[in-house]
């Protein structure tokens, strides 16, 4: 059975939430642990996740506008603001991300 890239992403994600369990239990013991080490997970999640989402989503825009500009080369400038978009999505994990650390 062959397995989907979503369901990889599906599984890391779940790994690495269950590997964060046990810090966070220790930091909520007050066990020696760095309180702030799950702070750090998550952003990364945040970013990883997000990024990984937006080249999803340009990989796929970018050959699909290229489909159509191979066709009719006035589309060009429709596509450039949908990849911009794709784009954004990992700025704001980015943003996220920054905030988790920052708060």
Request: glycine share 16%.
């Amino acid at each position: 059975m062959k397995k989907s890239f979503a369901s990889r992403v599906f599984l890391t994600v779940l790994l690495a939430a269950q590997a964060a369990a046990p810090l966070a239990a220790q930091a909520a013991a007050g066990g020696g642990g760095d309180s702030s080490s799950g702070k750090y997970i998550a952003a990364g999640l945040a970013i990883g996740l997000a990024c990984i989402g937006g080249g999803i989503a340009i990989g796929q825009l970018g050959a699909a506008a290229m489909g159509a500009i191979a066709e009719d080369a006035s589309l060009s400038g429709k596509a450039l603001p949908y990849l911009g978009l794709a784009e954004g999505v990992c700025l704001w994990g980015f943003l996220v991300a920054l905030l988790i650390l920052l708060v």
